[in-house]
């Protein structure tokens, strides 16, 4: 009977009619209209069997209305009641089937084609994927802020809309969508039909059932805290207090890090102990190693007797043979040998981490300009110059570019017309010549001749009448021994007249290497042209002096095996060394005592090098037979180094008594270079 009356609660319940339903709710759905909302609140009160008419329960058998008064009981009606109810049940999930189709053909691909990956992945890219046809699906423009604001101020319903992120589209909420969004922001569930307080369902048949499955009182051990989980628990307490048990304490970010260094290589030396660094791998054999090898790669008996008179390095280690079949294979006589040398390899290998670094060695090398935008530069031989019968020695350009001198072994001294290569005048000194050397004053064509233990001063007669009557004059001195009547030195240069070549003879004790004007004409020595710097080139070393305050200023460290030559730029900050070695040195005076650059140009000695009074250009020659032509641009900026690039290689002479070209010199006004040869010959090259 306590059962028929709960049902009879529930029946009642159940029949309730409509007015007493409580009224939908319409202040949150505002938006939405009436009659969707009252459909949906009649429709759900349809299908519960609760409406305020006539229904099937309730009508009895004669069609008349039972009133709730009646006193009839409802145990009787349960079983057509409950079965009503099921039918309808089954009937509403028949109705939500037909709304919730599952076709693929009602379904929207999602636009977002890249897969379950972090979209952090093409946040950079400009696509979100690709379509059918391998085509990128490029990614719509992103509005900012103020267009945003301006679009939502013009659309009355751009509150609805909301950024797919995960297929890059803007999506605007349906009425139904916004009807459940806010049910679940009030804490409801996302449908109406839904019931939180159904009334509970036994589900265990009471009936013909004298007791429960199980009657047994329940246990006090489950009242009562376990013995057992509290000696566990102690246990891990002690342990973790004792440190026996670590956790892994979470990776705090660092306050500082390098700002110019790498994070990895610091990782590395904090790393305590040696890393796993797995044994090299052998080589694995190929089509040489096989038992039955192709023909190509069988030798024949001459290739074989080849390799006897190799050395033993580069013969092959192994020299294939062809069997017939794996039983005819003999035993490999290297076998042990190669074994014990694997053994070695990995007892003696170095366990040493090295890091390759990947780059491309093109992109090592300088960036250097074009050679097309460095031009004028000396690159073709347009003319020679031969009158000589020894090799020469010495070159020299007048200041003017319109004669040039040259000294040789065979004694002789000649000066020549650049630009036809008509041979003026010849002197005869009678001993080898080491150096010639133009007087820079155009108004002064005096030439300096080296020979042995003199120095000649020579008159050119190439002036005017008065200039001629005026070097004359220069050219008379006193005679003034070098000893005198006890044999004492008296000076370490005697000044006597030389009345064969109608000059002046400077005789010293020792054999003059070089000569070099100053700019004004009046001193002999490698002077810089635009300060008072005397530099004095030793055999590794070049010391610099200041002849106003005379002491050393610098001493320019070449580090070379022996200096041959030496050139001063016109800027004067900038020197360039020729070594016997061939190697080249370029020294910027304002950056250090060190070469700035080392150059290794030439396989044979460097006998001069040069630079151009106006161009950036300078020159080397050497024993080999050539010269190297190179752009060497000076900036005025301190903070600037100079550019050097290589221009040409330029070839003729031949060599003759194991020398080659013994000098170099440029002309003052044009991108042209000089050389002479040990085969008598001097070349002109031009642009």
């Given at each position: 009977m306590a059962k028929s009356d709960s049902s009879k609660k529930s029946v009642k319940k159940e029949k309730e009619p409509l007015e007493n339903q409580p009224e939908p709710d319409l202040s949150s759905d505002s938006d939405l209209d009436e009659d969707s909302i009252w459909s949906d609140a009649v429709g759900s009160s349809d299908i519960d069997g609760d409406s305020s008419g006539t229904s099937e329960d309730d009508v009895g058998g004669n069609g008349e209305m039972d009133?709730?008064?009646?006193?009839?009981d409802f145990s009787?009606?349960?079983?057509?009641?409950?079965?009503?109810?099921?039918?309808?049940?089954?009937?509403?999930?028949?109705?939500?089937?037909?709304?919730?189709?599952?076709?693929?053909?009602?379904?929207?691909?999602?636009?977002n084609t890249i897969g379950e990956v972090p979209l952090e992945w093409y946040k950079e890219e400009e696509h979100i994927g690709y379509n059918i046809s391998g085509k990128k699906i490029k990614k719509h423009a992103r509005k900012d802020k103020i267009d945003s604001f301006l679009a939502g101020v013009d659309d009355s319903?751009?509150?609805?809309?909301?950024?797919?992120?995960?297929?890059?589209?803007?999506?605007?909420?349906?009425?139904?969508?916004?009807?459940?969004?806010?049910r679940l922001l009030k804490g409801k569930t996302p449908h109406a039909g839904v019931d939180p307080y159904a009334p509970y369902v036994d589900w265990f048949e009471w009936e013909d059932k004298g007791h429960p499955l199980s009657n047994a009182p329940e246990p006090k051990r489950r009242f009562v805290p376990s013995k057992w989980e509290q000696k566990t628990v102690a246990r891990l307490v002690r342990a973790i207090r004792k440190g026996w048990i670590k956790f892994n304490k979470p990776k705090e970010e660092p306050q500082?890090?390098?700002?110019?260094?790498?994070?990895?290589?610091?990782?590395?030396?904090?790393?305590q102990g040696l890393s796993y660094i797995p044994a090299p791998k052998p080589k694995l054999p190929g089509h040489e190693e096989s038992y039955n090898p192709s023909v190509e790669y069988i030798p024949t008996q001459e290739e074989i007797n080849s390799y006897q008179l190799m050395y033993e390095e580069d013969r092959?280690?192994?020299?294939?043979?062809?069997?017939?079949?794996?039983?005819?294979?003999?035993?490999?006589?290297?076998?042990?040998?190669?074994?014990?040398?694997?053994?070695?390899?990995?007892?003696?290998?170095?366990?040493?981490?090295?890091?390759?670094?990947n780059i491309d060695p093109e992109s090592l090398k300088p960036k250097l300009p074009s050679k097309?935008?460095?031009?004028?530069?000396?690159?073709?031989?347009?003319?020679?110059?031969r009158g000589h019968s020894g090799p020469i020695k010495s070159i020299s350009v007048e200041i003017s570019g319109q004669w040039m001198a040259s000294g040789s072994t065979d004694g002789t001294?000649?000066?020549?017309?650049v630009e036809t290569g008509r041979c003026l005048r010849v002197w005869n000194v009678g001993e080898a010549v080491e150096h010639v050397a133009w007087n820079p004053l155009p108004e002064l064509p005096i030439l300096a001749v080296s020979a042995g233990y003199d120095v000649i001063l020579l008159n050119t007669g190439l002036g005017d009448a008065e200039d001629n009557m005026r070097i004359k004059e220069l050219l008379r001195v006193e005679e003034s021994p070098l000893t005198n009547d006890d044999g004492n030195k008296t000076s370490a240069v005697s000044w006597l007249q030389h009345t064969k070549l109608d000059g002046i003879?400077?005789?010293?004790?020792?054999?003059?290497?070089?000569?070099?004007?100053?700019?004004?004409?009046?001193?002999?020595?490698?002077?810089?042209?635009?300060?008072?710097?005397?530099?004095?080139?030793?055999?590794?070393?070049?010391?610099?002096?200041d002849l106003l305050k005379a002491k050393l200023i610098k001493k320019l460290e070449t580090k070379l095996r022996e200096i041959s030559s030496i050139a001063i730029h016109p800027g004067g900050d900038n020197v360039i060394v020729g070594s016997k070695e061939g190697k080249m040195c370029w020294f910027d005076m304002d950056l250090s005592s060190q070469p700035y650059k080392t150059l290794k140009t030439h396989p044979k000695d460097i006998t001069n090098v040069a630079f151009h009074r106006s161009y950036p250009l300078f020159a080397s020659c050497s024993d080999d037979c050539t010269a190297y032509v190179f752009h060497g641009m000076v900036y005025s900026d301190l903070n600037q180094d100079p550019l050097i690039v290589p221009l040409e290689i330029l070839r003729g002479h031949t060599s003759s008594y194991g020398r080659g070209v013994l000098d170099c010199k440029f002309h003052p006004r044009q991108p042209w270079l000089f050389t002479a040869g040990a085969d008598s010959v001097i070349k002109l090259y031009c642009h």
């Open positions: 009133s709730p008064d009646d006193g009839r009787e009606d349960e079983g057509s009641l409950e079965h009503t109810r099921e039918d309808r049940k089954d009937g509403n999930d028949t109705l939500q089937l037909v709304e919730e189709s599952d076709s693929s053909e009602d379904e929207v691909a999602p636009r319903k751009n509150w609805r809309k909301i950024y797919d992120e995960y297929n890059d589209e803007e999506v605007e909420l349906t009425k139904k969508e916004t009807k459940l969004i806010r500082f890090y390098l700002l110019w260094g790498d994070d990895s290589n610091a990782a590395e030396n904090k790393r092959p280690k192994f020299i294939p043979r062809r069997f017939e079949s794996l039983r005819s294979i003999p035993a490999y006589e290297k076998a042990v040998k190669e074994e014990f040398d694997r053994c070695l390899d990995l007892y003696l290998c170095p366990r040493a981490r090295k890091k390759r670094i097309k935008d460095l031009k004028p530069y000396p690159s073709t031989c347009y003319l020679e110059y001294v000649r000066v020549w017309e003879r400077l005789q010293h004790f020792k054999a003059v290497s070089t000569i070099e004007w100053h700019r004004k004409g009046d001193y002999f020595t490698t002077v810089v042209p635009m300060r008072p710097i005397f530099f004095v080139a030793t055999k590794k070393n070049i010391r610099v002096y």
